[in-house]
Structures are given as structure tokens and as C-alpha cells.
């Protein structure tokens, strides 16, 4: 059996798992990882310039082929800086794996330094965590933490290795498992038939149905079957900020986005539905507002989960399935196939003309400027256009990620990246680098915002070391726009710390002193044109900075402690 | 309600900070904790007394179940069930106090484990009832120092919480 030191051990296992790319950056406690890195050509390891970029670049990585993304960071300060992109991945169940370096087995617990309770501090936002303590132990952990990170409901796992662990000098047999089994770790299967069944039986007796499909149908690589079993249904759906590509947006049946800034048509559908199929989704409070006992007050409720304790946790679920997704909406549309019983098609025609009704509000009409200003969802509207809806689109958090998921229209699951659960500024930029590192001749388009982009700029380096030609569209409306709407809807118009107009770079500038391109579009006129130059330089990366509508708010929005059917429609009209 | 549940985890470092972690970070409260080495000692058993409305004991045993090291949970208070707390006590017993406590502490079926000439101290076991009520029957003036073990249990009968 071939020997190798716990470093060697490590790169080999991540490569015999399947890993070809890692994202990291070295510091003292992780030298012999990276020296064994050194010596090798099978794992690429790109270099960040901050380790919260690595987790969010793993994380687009991750989300964009459903493969796990890989991390190495040192100990003590590269560890805790991973951690806002670990929570991240935590809460939108998005598989990785983090390495981190941690001080010689000796010295943990003096205070040493660059030493940090990584295992401790990132307990409450990971699947779960390993601290290696034998280097011979090391193939075994790594097999673990993949199976565990990428099964079930998926999330981050962290393997901790102090530095004595990985000396080059100590070596052991290598052999990596083909195979695990955990005692204390079951993934669930197919789900109850019987359970179904009375699904089923809800779905064909529905007046007002509905189907409300989240991250899961994604995570779970169910959007074929769910788009067949909606189909096959004729039924309404919606799909969460998360699920956005779990059912193509172009098609007749989609009502668009549910929620908190979700279409009129969507929430009033949610509202008014008799039977409600949840898919994938966790009833989160930015769909179900925040008063409960108004949420869906006549539906009886579906719910499908591959997590049991996400039934039922805010709102009581009537059928619950535990289960995979596919296998679970595989037999639902088997069963809804040999059934006796019909969808009741006379009243599915009065629902269909309910719902056309309040699709007439056009709930996402964009009024153009008298004066040629440019308004954010038009941006939106002209990266669609230009990338003919077929891009990989990150965004950060705030109102352009509101308006790029109103607006880009996602046909295909896996396209739309963006931290939905943990709401991440920083987080755009790093996960395009992951999805253009993982597709390198797709077309990766940031939409971000200028208090976005500063929270993790200095990748612009890094893109220029890897040549990553991703197009960065920064809707600069000279203000943190969602705190700036909220302040103007709930406080007054007092914009306490939210703008900062005198102090913004000149993004231009900026991406060209690392070697990029920019661009500065301030006039309608010219959106279309610079943009489709911007996306025509297919080999560099371009930074459009659009100058928009600095008083534009995101609309339709929830009215606080309303039902869902309670929106904030535009400045003028409430429903 | 109070619910008793029993908790079989894999004995590794952290499982035991992975279930008091979730308790805090979910904001469940926990009013005991127990736990040791069973007769397998790859598995610990951890006991824990909580509180709250079937909903949210059912999200505690299924959060419980979603921690990776927890192989096996019971809430013994679903069925028929034995408890027990254990409780060392030292009280003050001088003079006529001495004959007082003593005869207190055969009622309850507690033994006097150590003494010296101004001090019991008592071993008691029994629900956590039990426990309370022998120290309010020892009146406060009288109680030196607690230490309770936190309540174990298990079930009544030939069900059995094990792989």
C-alpha cells in the first residue's frame, strides 16, 4: 500500500472523491497541505484574495453543477472568515466542505497563535464537523464528510486539521473507502405511499390548487419531474427566490415569484388556493409573512420534504411526505396517471380565470423615466435580452437582487445563484467566480449593487490571475437601495447611513487598475448598446456600472403582518 | 408539558456540545442534563428533561435526530416509564437538630453517606419531586449545599432503547 503523510493523504482523498478544484488560500497551519498541493496536478486549487470569497466561490461552485464545493483555509483568522460563507451555504443547504488549518494537536487550548475553536464556533451553522485527530483517520473523515455533505438535505461540513496532523515527515498507509456507512446517519428514500396517495387524492379534489417549489426541487435535481407532474396537473405554480429555474418562468403555468416582493398573481393565488403542494420549500417567513395563522387560511397543506424537521416547523403541514424528491413526485404523477378520479377541469377553468384577472394588474410593469433616466429593472430586463435568458446570474443582496429575480427569467434549474436564506452581501461576485470556473464558456453575469460589490472587490485580482471573463452589471443607485426603501416606507425618509453618493469610486477606474475593462452607462439611450458591447469582449471581464432611478423601490411588497394577499403594489397603490 | 428524553449518541468529542448547542441556538430550554458512557462505549446516553407544546417537542426530537451523532432517541414520557435523580445534601444537624434530620431523612428513605458534629450529609433517590419535597421538608435554614445528578430514566416493561 502506497504511504503517504496525512498532507499528501488529504489532496489524494479529496481527488479519489472526485474533486478537481479547491478554493483557498494558505497561512501557517495549512504549509504542508499546500506543499503537498505543490507536488500534484490533479486537484486545482484556486487562489482568493479572502477567504470568505473561497466559501462563496466553492458555494457558486456548488450551486451551479450541484457537485460540492471545496475550501482550505489556514486556522484562527482564514477559519473565521470563512464562516459568513459557511453560514451562508448552511442556510440555503448548499453541499461544501471545508478544510481548515488548526494549531499543532499540542498547543490547542493555549491560545495559541492564529488559533481558533473552528469546530466550536462553526457548530451552529454546519451539517456537521470533524476534528482529525490521527493522520491515518484522514480518508475516512474525507469520505464522511462528502457523503454527509452532499446527501439528505444538503450543507457544509467542516474538517478541522491541526498542523501535526499533515507533517510530511509521518506517513501511513493510504487507502481511500469505497464505500460508508454511518449508524447514526439515515438519508431518506422514496416517501410514504400512502402518504402520497392522500396527496393525491387532495390534488385531484383541488378547486384552487396551487404548487409552491423552493430550493429543494433544485437541490434535489427534481425540475424535470416537477415540470412533467405540473403539466400533467394544469395546475398553477410558483416558485420561491430559491427554486427560481425549478419550473421554466416562460411557461403559461408559471406565475413568477411568491413572497415577500413576489407577483401579485403568485401571492393572491397562494392566498385564495384550497390545496396548497408544497415542494422543496420551508415555509420561510419571507413567503409566508410574518402572521402565521393568516397564511393560507383555506388550503389544506401538502408538503414535501427530504428533511422531516422542516414539516411542520411554522406551518402545521395536513399531509406530510418525507422523502427524495424525484422518487417522491416520480410516484405522485404515477399515481395521479392510474387514478380514477380526475382533476376537476370545470373548476381548474374558473381558478385559471381568477388567476388571469389578477395577472391583468401586470404586477411588474416598468414605467420608463420622461427623462431618460435609467431604471434598475430595465437593466434587468436588457442583460435577459442580451443573454437570450440562457446565463449563470449571481447576485448579491438587496434591491437588484429583487429586481434580477423579478425580471431575468430563468428557464433552466442551477442558473440562478444567489444567498436567499443567509442574505450575504459579498456573496454575488465570488459565487460567479465558482459557476465560470465550473462552466468556462458559459456567460456568468454578476447583477450586484455598489454597496454589494465592495464587500468582496479584491477578487477583481483573482480574476485577473484565472482570466475569468465574468460580467459584472452594477446597478448603482448611489445608496444601500433596500435599507434606503425601507427607511423611506417605515421611517420617514430618514436614510440613516444608507448613502454615501461623495465617497463611491470610480468603478471604471478601479477594474482597469487591475487590468479590466469598465464601462459607465447613465443614459436609457445607451443601455442596450454598451451592454451588448460589454458582452461581446467574450474573453475579459467587464464591469458595467449603470447609473439608475436612485428613488426606485421593489415592488409588489408584503405589508407587514398581512396575508400574503396584503401587497404594497407601487408608491401609490396597496391592495 | 414535561418530556424525558433519552438521547443515544456516538461517545466522540463535541457530540455532547453538538445536542446542548442546539437546545440554545433554537432557543429550547433544558432543566436537566444527564449523560455517560453506556455498557457499549462507542454510544453515550444522554438524558434530558425539557418543556414546551407537542409542536415544539416534536421539532426538539427531530432537530435531536438531525444531529449527525445522535444514532437513537426516545421521549420516555410517550409511555410508561421509570424515573430517578440522585441527590447528595448537606445539612446542618447539631444538638436536637441531629435526631430531627435523621428521622426526616428515614421517611424518604435517604442515608446519611458522611457526617461530622455539625454536619449530615445525604443520599437521596427518587423522582425529582421526591427530591424537591425532601427539601422543603428539611426547611431552608437547615440546607447547606445540593448536588443533583439531573433526572435518568428508562422504560417501564420490555421496551428498550438500544441498537
Known amino acids: ?575 | 408539558m414535561r418530556h424525558i428524553i433519552s438521547v443515544l449518541m456516538e461517545n466522540e468529542p463535541g457530540a455532547l456540545s453538538r445536542v446542548v448547542g442546539l437546545f440554545s441556538q433554537r432557543n429550547y430550554n433544558i432543566d436537566s442534563l444527564t449523560v455517560a458512557p453506556t455498557e457499549d462505549h462507542s454510544l453515550s446516553r444522554l438524558t434530558l428533561t425539557t418543556s414546551g407544546d407537542d409542536a415544539r417537542i416534536e421539532q426538539i426530537t427531530k432537530h435531536l435526530n438531525k444531529i449527525v451523532d445522535v444514532v437513537k432517541l426516545v421521549d420516555l414520557t410517550e409511555g410508561a416509564h421509570i424515573e430517578r435523580e440522585l441527590m447528595l445534601i448537606k445539612v446542618k444537624a447539631i444538638g436536637a437538630q441531629r435526631a430531627e434530620v435523621k428521622r426526616t431523612a428515614d421517611i424518604f428513605r435517604g442515608q446519611i453517606v458522611d457526617l461530622t458534629s455539625n454536619v449530615f450529609t445525604i443520599q437521596l433517590t427518587g423522582t425529582g419531586d421526591k427530591l424537591d419535597a425532601f427539601i422543603t421538608a428539611l426547611g431552608d435554614n437547615v440546607v447547606l449545599e445540593v448536588a443533583r445528578t439531573g433526572v435518568s430514566g428508562i422504560s417501564r416493561g420490555e421496551k428498550v432503547l438500544a441498537l
Open chain 1, 1 to 575: 500500500m502506497e504511504q503517504l503523510s496525512g498532507g499528501e493523504a488529504l489532496i489524494r482523498a479529496l481527488h479519489d472523491e472526485g474533486v478537481d478544484i479547491i478554493f483557498g488560500y494558505p497561512g501557517g497551519a495549512v504549509l504542508h497541505i499546500y506543499d503537498a498541493i505543490f507536488h500534484q496536478d490533479k486537484v486545482e486549487h484556486i487562489l482568493v484574495r479572502h477567504e470568505q470569497a473561497a466559501t462563496h466561490a466553492a458555494d457558486g461552485y456548488a450551486r451551479s453543477t450541484g457537485k460540492a464545493g471545496v475550501v482550505l483555509v489556514t486556522s484562527g483568522p482564514g477559519a473565521t472568515n470563512a464562516l459568513t460563507g459557511i453560514a451562508t451555504a448552511y442556510m440555503d443547504s448548499i453541499p461544501m466542505v471545508v478544510i481548515s488549518g488548526q494549531v499543532e494537536s499540542r498547543l490547542i487550548g493555549s491560545d495559541g497563535f492564529q488559533e481558533t475553536d473552528m469546530v466550536g464556533v462553526s457548530r451552529p451553522i454546519v451539517k456537521h464537523s470533524f476534528m482529525v485527530q490521527r493522520a491515518a483517520d484522514i480518508p475516512l473523515i474525507v469520505k464522511k464528510a462528502f457523503h454527509i455533505a452532499t446527501t439528505g438535505r444538503p450543507g457544509p461540513v467542516v474538517i478541522d486539521v491541526p498542523k501535526d496532523i499533515t507533517d510530511p515527515k509521518i506517513k501511513f498507509p493510504y487507502e481511500y473507502p469505497a464505500e460508508i456507512k454511518l449508524r447514526s446517519y439515515a438519508v431518506p428514500g422514496k416517501g410514504h405511499s400512502g402518504q402520497i396517495k392522500k396527496a393525491v387524492d387532495a390534488l385531484l379534489s383541488a378547486k384552487r390548487p396551487m404548487i409552491y417549489a423552493g430550493g429543494g426541487v433544485i437541490q434535489g435535481n427534481a425540475a424535470e419531474i416537477l415540470t412533467r407532474l405540473t403539466r400533467k396537473l394544469g395546475f398553477p405554480i410558483t416558485n420561491t427566490l430559491m427554486g427560481l429555474g425549478a419550473y421554466p418562468a416562460s411557461d403559461q403555468q408559471f406565475l413568477g415569484m411568491l413572497g415577500m416582493h413576489g407577483t401579485y398573481e403568485a401571492n393572491m393565488a397562494m392566498h385564495y388556493c384550497d390545496v396548497l403542494l408544497g415542494i422543496g420549500v420551508r415555509f420561510d417567513d419571507r413567503v409566508t409573512n410574518s402572521d402565521i395563522s393568516k397564511f393560507c387560511p383555506d388550503a389544506t397543506i401538502l408538503h414535501v420534504d427530504i428533511d422531516p424537521a422542516s414539516i411542520s416547523k411554522t406551518v402545521a403541514a395536513d399531509v406530510p411526505i418525507v422523502g427524495d424528491v424525484v422518487p417522491v413526485l416520480e410516484e405522485m404523477l404515477d399515481q395521479v396517471s392510474k387514478s380514477r378520479s380526475k382533476v376537476d377541469k370545470e373548476s381548474l377553468e374558473v381558478w385559471w380565470k381568477q388567476i388571469a384577472q389578477w395577472r391583468e394588474k401586470d404586477s411588474l410593469a416598468v414605467t420608463p423615466s420622461e427623462d431618460g433616466t435609467i431604471k434598475p429593472q430595465q437593466v434587468v430586463q436588457a442583460v435577459f435580452e442580451i443573454t437570450k435568458g440562457d446565463a449563470f446570474v449571481s447576485s448579491d443582496v438587496g434591491q437588484h437582487q429583487m429586481f434580477a429575480a423579478q425580471y431575468y427569467g430563468f428557464d433552466k434549474p442551477r442558473r440562478w445563484l444567489n444567498s436567499g436564506g443567509l442574505g450575504t452581501m459579498g456573496f454575488g461576485f465570488p459565487a460567479a467566480m465558482g459557476a465560470q470556473f465550473a462552466h468556462p464558456d458559459a456567460v456568468c453575469v454578476c447583477i450586484t449593487g455598489e454597496g454589494s460589490i465592495q464587500m468582496n472587490q479584491q477578487e477583481l485580482a483573482t480574476c485577473m490571475q484565472y482570466q475569468l471573463p465574468i460580467k459584472i452589471v452594477c446597478l448603482n443607485n448611489q445608496a444601500l437601495g433596500m435599507v434606503k426603501q425601507w427607511q423611506d416606507m417605515q421611517y420617514g425618509g430618514r436614510h440613516s447611513h444608507s448613502t454615501y453618493a461623495e465617497s463611491l469610486p470610480d468603478f471604471t477606474k478601479l477594474v482597469e487598475a487591475y487590468g479590466h475593462v469598465g464601462f459607465k452607462i447613465e443614459k436609457f439611450a445607451d443601455l442596450h448598446d454598451k451592454l451588448e458591447q460589454a458582452f461581446a469582449l467574450k474573453d475579459k471581464l467587464v464591469f458595467v456600472d449603470v447609473m439608475v432611478d436612485p428613488d426606485e423601490h421593489v415592488y409588489p411588497m408584503a405589508i407587514k403582518g398581512g396575508a400574503m394577499k396584503d401587497m404594497v403594489l407601487s408608491k401609490s397603490e396597496r391592495t
